[in-house]
């Protein structure tokens, strides 16, 4: 089966929704909609021509959208490709079901291959670091290396104990700027503005396959440079034992754990996400 929103009231809302937060966009982009093998995807370009290039994957359940905060700084001397997972709410439209990991992998090296960069960057959040990995583990033929910010994939994750971490995000994201300002770290405006396209998305009815955790093997197989940015306090693995394991199988995968964090460190650290992002590219010789 494939993903689609509920109704096309659902739908029509949403990307109403889409439409009014593109407009915080910061900077000149290009909309790019490649065709793969399971439908065509939406990516947003925008930066200079020359640069190391960066590709951007959001969280499950979200959008390109979810990069703005970062976007400023990421282009100013990079390109940048910020990309609508296939399956998921966004620009993206799914056509044939991505069933498995295999699946995946060949989405994401398709839309690669048709960006017209030799290799690229990939940052991706959450479900996006997963992606980025996966095909990481497959094959490094347009990957220059992945920074993964709270990537799934390390452990099994604890579906009601996510489920209400989750509550307890959303509940916050309700909160009045004022009482967000002393209890929750980050800027409160970029909660206010993806809270109504967090909303409007819950009316899509995703069919993702399942995020199976990394083997060993396939840890070591990875051949770029890997930087994980990891929540002190996350939700979905513990940090300090995927910095231990990832350091006994491969030298190419350094770690970085954030202090006082959670799942949420892109809103919680906007700031110091788009530092390490922009180290990682820039201090890597190749």
């Known amino acids: 089966m494939l993903g689609a929103f509920t109704d096309r009231k659902a739908q029509e809302r949403y990307f109403a929704v889409y439409a009014e937060v593109l407009r ?14 399971f439908g065509p995807t939406r990516v947003r370009r925008s930066g200079p021509e020359h640069g190391s290039p960066i590709v951007l994957l959001h969280g499950v359940m979200g959008s390109s959208l979810s990069w703005y905060p970062h976007l400023a700084e990421l282009a100013a001397h990079h390109p940048v490709y910020a990309v609508d997972s296939i399956g998921e709410p966004g620009h993206s439209v799914e056509t044939a079901s991505a ?28 479900r996006g670091g997963y992606l980025a990995l996966n095909l990481a583990t497959r094959s490094a033929d347009r990957i220059a290396g992945v920074i993964g910010l709270e990537p799934a994939g390390f452990a099994e994750i604890n579906v009601p104990k996510f489920l209400l971490w989750s509550l307890r995000e959303i509940c916050l994201w309700l909160l009045p700027s004022a009482i967000q300002r002393r209890i929750v770290a980050g800027d409160p405006a970029v909660r206010r503005t993806l809270r109504p396209l967090l909303f409007a998305s819950m009316k899509y009815q995703a069919r993702l396959p399942p995020q199976h955790v990394f083997t060993d093997d396939d840890l070591r197989a990875i051949e770029v440079p890997v930087c994980l940015v990891l929540g002190e306090r996350s939700h979905i693995h513990r940090a300090r034992e995927v910095a231990a394991r990832v350091a006994k199988l491969n030298p190419r995968i350094s770690t970085e754990i954030v202090p006082k964090t959670s799942h949420a460190l892109t809103l919680q650290q906007p700031d110091l996400i ?13």
């Not at 915080?24 to 093998?37: F, H, M, Q, S």
Request: aromatic fraction near 8%; glycine fraction near 4%; proline fraction near 7%.
């Open 274 to 286: 788009t530092t390490l992002v922009l180290d990682f590219v820039e201090a890597d010789p190749a």
């Open 99 to 126: 069933s498995t990991d295999d699946d995946l992998a060949e989405w994401l090296s398709e839309v690669l291959a048709a960006l017209g960069q030799e290799k690229a960057y990939l940052a991706g959040v959450s």
């Open 24 to 37: 915080k966009w910061p900077v000149p982009a290009e909309e790019l909609d490649i065709p793969t093998k």
